[in-house]
């Protein structure tokens, strides 16, 4: 099915990730021109940018705000603007900590690495779109922030915020700068990634995660990018706008005990 991104400008943040690489090689594949964000994964980004060599990658700490600034200012100038954005860059903390433990600087971290990052993506991406009068942003969240997840509430609290709050929000700004503008969200559940490979590789884990799912695997970053381009896509979602879709597997929710 025609997708109708050939040509479409496209920014991926976090491509150095599983599922922002993935997301990066499917956009690649409709033809999409592409900037590719990453922030600590240089060696990562190159090897991408060597495999998609059209791309442009770009870094930046989009925790910072004149980092998010610069990134979108070095996208519109490779690729003279942008018409979609998929904020994928995040990261989970994969030590377990029950509230009454966990400290503030590492909530204020998470915090920040996911949703105060996703916020200045969005703003940064929106500035284009009053520009042109148009864009697609896909926000990127996780299960977790529909569910929860026990030893990780700064995390799920973060990706609550932005498929809750934040996206709901956006999807009604957007249309105030373009009228047909639209933003969207995924939330992948266990997925296999750079950041839980060493996890979901304990087959007792992977079990138990898999308890409250209708389909009892992890999902590949290849089955979240595949989403994230039909939102992205104006052809197959132009109707569509502040919705989250779940790449889970059909989970339920999350176990409470062991």
Same mark, same amino acid.
């Given at each position: 099915?025609?997708?109708?991104?050939?040509?479409?400008?496209?920014?991926?943040?976090?491509?150095?990730?599983?599922?922002?690489?993935?997301?990066?090689?499917?956009?690649?594949?409709?033809?999409?021109?592409?900037?590719?964000?990453?922030?600590?994964?240089?060696?990562?980004?190159?090897?991408?940018?060597?495999?998609?060599?059209?791309?442009?990658?770009?870094? /930046?700490?989009?925790?910072?705000?004149?980092?998010?600034?610069?990134?979108?200012?070095?996208?519109?100038?490779?690729?003279?603007?942008?018409?979609?954005?998929?904020?994928?860059?995040?990261?989970?903390? &994969?030590?377990?900590? &029950?509230?009454?433990?966990?400290?503030? &600087?590492?909530?204020?971290?998470?915090?920040?690495?996911?949703?105060?990052?996703?916020?200045?993506?969005?703003?940064?991406?929106?500035?284009?779109?009053?520009?042109?009068?148009?864009?697609?942003?896909?926000?990127?969240? +996780?299960?977790?922030?529909?569910?929860?997840?026990?030893?990780?509430?700064?995390?799920?609290?973060?990706? +609550?915020?932005?498929?809750?709050?934040?996206?709901?929000?956006?999807?009604?700004?957007?249309?105030?700068?373009? &009228?047909?503008?639209?933003?969207?969200?995924?939330?992948?559940?266990?997925?296999?990634?750079?950041?839980?490979?060493?996890?979901?590789?304990?087959?007792?884990?992977?079990?138990?995660?898999?308890?409250?799912?209708?389909?009892?695997?992890?999902?590949?970053?290849?089955?979240?990018?595949?989403?994230?381009?039909?939102? /992205?896509?104006?052809?197959? +979602?132009?109707?569509?706008?502040?919705?989250?879709?779940?790449?889970?597997?059909?989970?339920?929710?999350?176990?409470?005990?062991?």
């Amino acid at each position: 099915m025609e997708t109708g991104l050939a040509g479409k400008r496209v920014l991926v943040t976090g491509a150095s990730g599983g599922i922002g690489s993935a997301c990066a090689r499917a956009f690649a594949a409709e033809g999409a021109r592409l900037a590719l964000h990453y922030h600590r994964g240089r060696e990562r980004a190159k090897v991408l940018g060597r495999e998609l060599p059209e791309a442009v990658v770009l870094q /930046a700490d989009l925790r910072v705000e004149e980092d998010a600034d610069r990134l979108f200012a070095e996208a519109r100038a490779a690729l003279g603007g942008l018409d979609v954005c998929a904020a994928v860059a995040g990261a989970w903390p &994969p030590e377990d900590v &029950p509230v009454w433990s966990l400290s503030l &600087p590492r909530w204020e971290e998470t915090v920040r690495a996911n949703l105060t990052a996703t916020f200045l993506t969005a703003r940064g991406f929106l500035r284009e779109v009053e520009r042109t009068g148009r864009g697609s942003l896909v926000l990127v969240g +996780s299960t977790a922030g529909m569910f929860g997840e026990a030893g990780h509430a700064d995390y799920a609290a973060a990706k +609550s915020a932005v498929v809750r709050g934040l996206l709901l929000s956006l999807k009604n700004e957007v249309v105030r700068i373009a &009228p047909e503008g639209r933003v969207n969200a995924v939330c992948p559940g266990w997925t296999v990634s750079p950041m839980t490979r060493s996890t979901l590789e304990d087959p007792a884990v992977l079990e138990r995660a898999t308890r409250t799912m209708a389909l009892r695997k992890a999902a590949t970053p290849e089955d979240v990018a595949r989403q994230i381009v039909v939102l /992205a896509s104006d052809e197959l +979602s132009g109707h569509v706008t502040g919705e989250v879709v779940l790449v889970a597997g059909g989970m339920e929710g999350r176990l409470l005990h062991g």
